[in-house]
């Protein structure tokens, strides 16, 4: 009886080791994140200018980055809750985020607009302009705080999509007035997206930014969180992000 006591409690031990963090037990820290190029993407370059950013600052200071690629809200939630996964991104910052994850500093950012249709130009000055307008958002992005505060009390109408790619088409096929999404998003999928080929000279940039949103890896909010973001945030200063965000974004 007690030999099987013995070989269950090490087989417990044994299973549990098993599902620790790969992080934990060597140089390798793994990230969830979403197919959102040119930033991120499995079969971009470098897997894209945000993953190129974060694996230069983690190879700063001796340590390999895996990224795997999810839908946004299994990215999310994976990050999150996940031992596998040390965190998401990229991510833009929000009191409510930094209520649940360790933010690493600003890894790179990215110019949050509206996309709009060319036979439709909108012009406006202040969030509330927008009042009338329904707008394309993505479902679990954060978008601007004053925007998502407009959402959330009502006062913005909105249709949610799961990723920019159908926003646009919504958009282009006249069920939207407006979208919301990065600049250089826009650009990457009006080029390369078949399903946006039909209204290529039809879509555009809005001329006013919403925000030019800096870009975070939300790492988990406990102890090993955010041990690993103190060393991503070291391995920032041995880099140079604006080189590598230009250089991979075509700038």
Not at 36 to 60: C, N, R
Not at 79 to 84: E, Q
Not at 93 to 103: C, G, H, V, Y
Not at 180 to 188: A, H
């Amino acid at each position: 009886m007690i030999r099987r006591k013995f070989t269950l409690a090490l087989g417990a031990l044994l299973a549990a080791i098993a599902l620790l963090p790969a992080q934990a037990d060597s140089k390798t820290i793994t990230l969830a994140s979403l197919e959102w190029p040119p930033y991120t993407g499995a079969k971009l370059t470098e897997q894209g200018a945000s993953v190129a950013v974060a694996k230069a600052a983690f190879k700063a200071m001796g340590y390999e980055l895996k990224v795997q690629f999810f839908p946004w809200s299994r990215a999310v939630q994976l990050g999150k809750s996940d031992p596998g996964y040390a965190g998401y991104f990229p991510e833009y910052d929000s009191a409510d985020l930094r209520k649940e994850f360790t933010l690493s500093d600003p890894m790179g950012n990215g110019p949050l607009g509206l996309a709009q249709r060319v036979d439709a130009p909108f012009s406006w000055s202040k969030i509330t302009d927008l009042s009338a307008k329904k707008i394309g958002v993505v479902q679990d992005y954060v978008n601007t705080t004053e925007f998502d505060a407009r959402v959330a009390s009502k006062q913005q109408k909105v249709d949610v999509a799961i990723d920019d790619g159908k926003n646009l088409v919504k958009l282009g096929a006249g069920r939207l007035d407006l979208a919301v999404v990065d600049s250089n998003v826009f650009n990457y999928l009006m080029k390369t997206d078949p399903e946006l080929k039909p209204f290529a000279g039809k879509l555009t940039m809005n001329a006013k930014v919403l925000e030019d949103k800096k870009l975070f890896i939300c790492f988990k909010k406990d102890a090993e969180g955010q041990r690993i973001a103190k060393i991503f945030n070291e391995g920032l200063k041995k880099i140079d992000v604006n080189a590598i965000m230009a250089k991979r974004l075509g700038g």
